[in-house]
């Protein structure tokens, strides 16, 4: 059971419209210390006009911690990166990855998280990258993304959470521990009346965290489940537990990427849409642009918005960062904000819509399935997972 924190004042953020001009002012208001990590850090428009905010705080004396995964920041390394560097920005790579990533169990496990802390007293945690909003498969519309804006208790735990995981990659860098000294202290004073938790994904203590949270909620849903997620391929315990809650008469909704950027995992989801469909689980594919949300809304009450996929990488192998709010004024916000992009931007499927697809079509979601169950195989996971 998710242990949560009362008094938070906790903001949704739609989209890179909304998320990054609050952050960017966050950053040009510190004083003292920013940490931030992001998986992708592109060097177009939006990239390095927050790199531009984050060397201004660090030419007034605030103490920038930059972490960057070295897979997901590539183009970084080479474009931003030696600029920040020379600006006084301190720069570490999480896993500095040159080529494309082997299936090779440690080349897979990245550093996926989304979350920036101001002067230890504001938090953005959510699934946005550094990076436009209308790139990487652009249309007429901004990638469709949560974030959260956060100030209250839940801050100690963030910025506990960013400056041991700051320690251990300077460690590993540099092989010799590196004091990090704590300019901003977490600002825990009641902010509002929201009750949340912080949870993580890593590879020792917190291995399960953000899975079981989504099951737990999942196994007490009585009314509704509704899950937005960009990469969804769900293991076989997230899988029963949809379909025990679907058999107790939950009404379940999902909504899943329509335009891919990643083809071969979105043919591997589809190859899962009959055994939702056949049993009662709604399906609904969006379109207007990219879905990279990874966001969900439980019986009205319980919400999670964060970086982690429902699928083995997020849920297994990645370092993730979720926050897990219950609060009904909350939940009916990112509701409605989901329910507004699936009458808008989203197109509902059925059973007959899979039965007519072209042969050829069904054939590559099967061998995309059996492809990213073997990558699976190949990285050390499977059985339940």
């Not at 025990?244 to 591997?268: C, N, S």
């Not at 370092?319 to 329910?339: G, M, P, Y």
Request: with cysteine; hydrophobic share 45%; net charge positive.
């Amino acid at each position: 059971m998710t242990v949560l924190a009362g008094g938070n004042a906790i903001v949704l953020l739609e989209n890179g419209l909304q998320y990054f001009p609050a952050l960017e002012g966050e950053i040009e208001g510190a004083r003292r210390e920013i940490y931030f990590q992001t998986y992708i850090f592109d060097p177009d428009d939006t990239g390095r006009r927050v790199a531009a905010a984050l060397v201004r705080a660090a030419s007034r004396g605030v103490a920038v911690h930059l972490l960057v995964d070295g897979f997901g920041g590539r183009a970084f390394v080479r474009e931003l990166m030696p600029d920040l560097v020379s600006c006084g920005v301190q720069v570490l790579i999480y896993r500095m990855e040159l080529r494309a990533m082997s299936l090779r169990r440690h080349r897979l496990r990245r550093m996926h998280r989304k979350v920036a802390v101001i002067d230890g007293r504001v938090a953005f945690v959510g699934g946005i990258n550094v990076v436009d909003d209308y790139a990487r498969g652009a249309t007429l519309q901004p990638r469709y993304d949560y974030a959260v804006r956060i100030e209250g208790p839940l801050l100690e735990p963030i910025l506990e959470s960013a400056q041991r995981l700051w320690r251990m990659v300077a460690w590993a860098s540099l092989r010799r521990r590196v004091a990090v000294p704590v300019l901003a202290p977490a600002r825990v004073t009641e902010a509002g009346q929201i009750r949340a938790a912080f949870l993580i994904r890593d590879n020792l203590r917190h291995r399960y965290d953000i899975e079981n949270a989504y099951l737990d909620a999942i196994g007490r849903a009585r009314h509704e489940i509704v899950i937005a997620n960009a990469y969804f391929f769900p293991g076989r315990r997230f899988r029963r537990a949809l379909v025990d809650a679907a058999e107790r008469g939950v009404k379940i909704i999902l909504l899943l990427q329509g335009l891919a950027d990643h083809p071969v995992q979105q043919y591997a989801t589809r190859a899962l849409y009959p055994f939702f469909l056949e049993r009662g689980i709604r399906l609904f594919e969006y379109h207007r642009s990219v879905l990279h949300a990874k966001v969900a809304v439980v019986d009205g009450c319980w919400v999670t918005v964060g970086s982690s996929n429902i699928d083995v990488f997020s849920l297994l192998l990645a370092r993730e960062a979720n926050v897990v709010i219950e609060d009904t004024d909350f939940a009916t916000q990112l509701r409605a904000s989901l329910d507004a992009a699936m009458c808008e931007g989203a197109r509902e499927l059925h059973q007959a819509d899979w039965r007519h697809l072209p042969r050829l079509r069904r054939a590559l979601s099967w061998l995309a399935y059996q492809g990213v169950r073997l990558a699976i195989g190949i990285a050390g996971y499977g059985g339940k997972h």
